[in-house]
Every structure is written in structure tokens, then in C-alpha cells.
């Protein structure tokens, strides 16, 4: 029974390139979530997603940052034209979706390094 | 918005020993889920224990136990007969309960806790 998949675990990008995260769910979960942990810090939510419909994006930047969950294949967090700020780990959660059970596995993030 | 916060930045512990992590929140929720992820070195986020808000019985899970005080709105961590392996960062965590599923989690900044030989 596989866990949350994240790749590639880790990624080094210049500044101005994009940086795409993928993450597969566990199975038989329906919901995807993203959250950045900056150094030293907690995690702190990025968005929160179901099959083909973003449900709450508040977290994510409005600018160079989108993400996806589609029909088919792993929800993809994608930053456009990356900054060093932008340096961080994102790691991608799962659950089930169906209450009561709807605690979050964590995936093992992808820790992005911007130069 | 719902906070939570975790005032113990670093702890340590005599292996064997047992410690306490704080943590206390702030919601004007009344249906909410608590829980406590552990991150080991490796930076996977574990869950270690989960507790539900309208349970007033507290949460168990082997060495792993919660004090939960709603009313304080408070949610610490003991660790019993505390293990090498125990070393890690503790976050405590909110999550609003809702009909539709799943909410986002709202994460303290973590307890680092070094367990000694």
C-alpha cells in the first residue's frame, strides 16, 4: 500500500526557470493539498485540491505559482520563473475526503533550492 | 482565522524519561480536529496522534498521549519512556471540521525535541 509519492525529491533551479512538483495520492484518496515549510519554520498551507477543481487556493501567491489535479495523472504544483525566496520544501498531503477520516498523509517533499 | 501555537522552541529528554510538548490554539470553531506530526531528520511528516474535538475522552496511541482541554483550548503531547527515535521536530495542528471533508491544516512552528542516552 504506497504512500504519498512526491518527485523529483530534490530540485535545483536558477533563477527565472520553473520548477515543477509532482504528487501522487495514496489510493483511493481524492483530495491534494500543498504546503511549503521555509527553514526553520512550521508548515503553512498552499492549496487544496480535488479531481479537475481547485477548492481553496488562499495560501498559493497570486503571481507565478498555479497548481493542478487532473482526471489522470498526479496534481502538479508549478512556480514560474522562480525566486530565490521561493527556496523551500513543498510537501504534498492526501486524504480520503470522506469524514470522519479525512487526516492528511504526508508525502516526503521535494525540497527545492533556487540559485 | 484559527492559530496555534507551540511556546517550547527546543526541549530535551533523558531516554526512558517522559516529557510534555505544549501546544494551545485559537478558534471560535466548536468542530475541529488536533494533531501532532512528528519530523524526523529524514523531514517526512508523521502523524502521531490524532484527537477530535467533540471527544472528550483523550487520545491514545502506545508511548504517545494527549491532554486535551477544550475549554482552555489546549492540546500537549506526552511522550512516555521516551526513545532515541523519538528525536524530532513536534508540530501541533488545527484542521476545521466541515460536512464537505477535508479542510487545510493550520501548523504551530514545531517543538524541536533531542532525546539523550
Known amino acids: 500500500n504506497a504512500g504519498v509519492m512526491q518527485n523529483p525529491r530534490h530540485l535545483v533551479r536558477r533563477r527565472g526557470q520553473e520548477a515543477r512538483l509532482r504528487c501522487s495520492p495514496m489510493?483511493?484518496?481524492?483530495?491534494v493539498y500543498w504546503y511549503r515549510q521555509l527553514p526553520e519554520e512550521g508548515l503553512k498551507f498552499m492549496v487544496y485540491?480535488?479531481?479537475?477543481?481547485?477548492?481553496?487556493e488562499s495560501g498559493m501567491p497570486k503571481e507565478r505559482f498555479s497548481a493542478e489535479f487532473p482526471k489522470e495523472g498526479p496534481s502538479i504544483l508549478r512556480i514560474q520563473q522562480v525566486v530565490r525566496g521561493d527556496s523551500a520544501a513543498y510537501f504534498c498531503?492526501?486524504?480520503?475526503?470522506?469524514?470522519?477520516?479525512?487526516?492528511?498523509?504526508f508525502g516526503p517533499g521535494t525540497r527545492l533550492t533556487v540559485l | 482565522a484559527q492559530t496555534v501555537t507551540q511556546s517550547q522552541p527546543e526541549m530535551s529528554v533523558q531516554e526512558a524519561e517522559t516529557v510534555t510538548l505544549s501546544c494551545t490554539y485559537d478558534?471560535?470553531?466548536?468542530?475541529?480536529?488536533l494533531f501532532w506530526y512528528k519530523q524526523p531528520p529524514s523531514r517526512q511528516m508523521i502523524l502521531v496522534i490524532r484527537q477530535e474535538a467533540y471527544k472528550q475522552q483523550n487520545a491514545t496511541e502506545n508511548r504517545f498521549s494527549v491532554n486535551f482541554q477544550k475549554a482552555a483550548k489546549s492540546f500537549s503531547l506526552k511522550i512516555s519512556d521516551s526513545q532515541l527515535g523519538d528525536t524530532a521536530m513536534y508540530f501541533c495542528a488545527f484542521m476545521k471540521r466541515t460536512r464537505g471533508g477535508s479542510e487545510k491544516l493550520v501548523f504551530g512552528k514545531g517543538t524541536k525535541l533531542t532525546v539523550n542516552p
Open positions: 485540491l480535488q479531481k479537475e477543481n481547485i477548492i481553496d
Open positions: 478558534t471560535s470553531e466548536n468542530n475541529y480536529y
Open positions: 489510493k483511493g484518496h481524492s483530495h
Open positions: 498531503a492526501s486524504s480520503p475526503g470522506t469524514v470522519p477520516t479525512d487526516t492528511q498523509y
